[in-house]
DNA sequence: TGGTTAATTAACCGATAGGTAAAATATGGA
DNA sequence: TCCATATTTTACCTATCGGTTAATTAACCA
C-alpha cells in the first residue's frame, strides 16, 4: 500500500504547513506544542499531529518523550536523498538549456563550430 | 484554491510515474505517446494525460503542438527552486548531525559533565 | 470525403488528504 | 489522589487524487 521513499519524502515536502515545520525544526529540536504555537489561529492541535505523522513517516523527523513533551527533531538523510535525485538529472535538464543557447548563438552568429562542451550524443 | 508553486512542484514529483517521466524528458523531448508507451500496461492514456496536466501546471514541462504531436520538453527552472529552497535550510539540518556526533563524542569520552552544550532546559 | 491515429475531455469511482470537534491517554505536580 | 497540560486517537466531513471507460476533438492521409 504504502509508496517508496521518495514519493513519502517529496509528497511530505509539497504541504507549505509542513515546510514551515521543518524550517523552524531546521533550526533546533521543539516540543510539538512550540511547532504548534505559529498555526494555531489557522488549524487544531490535531491537524498539526497529522502533519508530524506524514513528516515522520517519510522520516524526515523523529520524536522522543521528554516528560509530558515530544520533541521532535530533522532528519536530514531523505533531504538529502531528495537532493541527490535532483542533482543525478541536473546535467540532463540544465543541458535542454545550454542546446538552446548554442542553437540560438548558431542563428545569429552563424557559427558552426562542433566539439563545444555540454553537446551530447545527438 | 491553487497552490504556492513549490507545493505544486513538490506535490507534482511526489509521484512515481511523473518522476519516470521527467527522467526519460531529461534525455530528450517526447511525444505523449512516446512517454506513455512504458506505462501502457500499467494504465490508460487518459492517466498519461492526466499526470502530463499536474507536470504543465507545476512547469515542470511545456508542450507544443507538432501536427497530431504534443511534444512535451522538460522544464528545469522549478526543479532549480525546490535544489535552491533544500540547499538553502541543508547547512541547518545537516548541522543537527554535527551537533549528535559531538554529543555522542562528549557521552562516550566523559560521561558525567553538566553544563553541556546541547542539554536543552530540563 | 471518410478513415486512422493522437490526445483530450467528460463522467464516474474508490481511496487518500487535510481538516474538524470531542474523547482518550500520559505525565508531572499539588 | 486529583488536576492541569501535552498530545494523540476516534469519528467524521469534504475535496482532491489517481485511475477507469466512453465519447470527443484535431490533424494527417488516401
Known amino acids: 500500500m504504502d509508496q517508496d521513499k521518495?514519493?513519502?519524502t517529496f509528497s511530505a515536502l509539497g504541504d507549505p504547513t509542513r515546510r514551515a515545520?521543518?524550517?523552524r525544526l531546521s533550526?533546533?529540536?521543539a516540543s510539538v506544542s512550540e511547532l504548534a504555537k505559529p498555526f494555531m489561529k489557522e488549524m487544531s492541535a490535531p491537524a498539526i499531529t497529522k502533519h508530524l505523522k506524514v513528516l515522520e513517516k517519510a522520516g524526515l523527523i523523529t520524536k522522543s518523550r521528554e516528560a509530558q513533551w515530544r520533541q521532535c527533531k530533522i532528519n536530514g538523510e531523505p533531504l538529502r536523498e531528495v537532493s541527490d535525485w535532483i542533482?543525478?538529472?541536473r546535467v540532463f535538464w540544465?543541458?535542454?538549456f545550454d542546446r538552446l543557447d548554442?542553437?540560438?548563438k548558431t542563428m545569429?552568429?552563424?557559427t558552426t563550430k562542433k566539439g563545444k562542451k555540454n553537446v551530447?550524443?545527438?
Open 6 to 8: 521518495l514519493s513519502l
Open 21 to 23: 515545520i521543518l524550517v
Open 27 to 29: 533550526m533546533g529540536e
Open 87 to 89: 542533482e543525478h538529472y
Open 94 to 96: 540544465e543541458e535542454s
Open 102 to 104: 548554442e542553437y540560438l
Open 108 to 110: 545569429t552568429t552563424k
Open 120 to 122: 551530447r550524443k545527438k
